[in-house]
């Protein structure tokens, strides 16, 4: 059973930054691919960056790409979100993914994010 800790969340001015991270626990050598979604209050869950385990290729919205960075620490298991330049709009509960090559995939519990105007 694979859990998925997250990190790093908190209240930060805009233009100021946050570095996230998931940790990962139990059986991961099924991964494909780990990634950042978040949801704003009244909207939707959005996709907002992921990579893959072993290759490292990266994918971003469009609405956060030149500002948010995702990376992985393959050794610690731990996938991580750098946002620079944060906006109010980036205001959200930001959840942790992990797609595995087989089976269903695996949500962590959510890190509130508030960017302040």
């Known amino acids: 059973q694979v859990q998925l800790v997250e990190s790093g969340g908190g209240l930060v001015q805009a233009g100021g930054s946050l570095r996230l991270s998931c940790a990962t626990s139990?059986?991961?050598?099924?991964?494909?691919?780990m990634g950042w979604f978040r949801q704003a209050p009244g909207k939707e869950r959005e996709f907002v960056a992921t990579i893959t385990w072993s290759v490292g290729s990266r994918s971003y919205a469009d609405s956060v790409k030149g500002r948010f960075t995702i990376s992985r620490d393959s050794a610690k298991n731990t996938v991580y979100l750098q946002m620079n330049s944060l906006k109010p709009e980036d205001t959200a509960v930001y959840y942790c993914?992990?797609?595995?090559?087989?089976?269903?995939?695996?949500w962590g519990q959510g890190t509130l994010v508030t960017v302040s105007s």
């Open positions: 139990g059986r991961t050598f099924n991964t494909y691919s």
């Open positions: 993914n992990l797609s595995p090559r087989t089976g269903l995939e695996v």
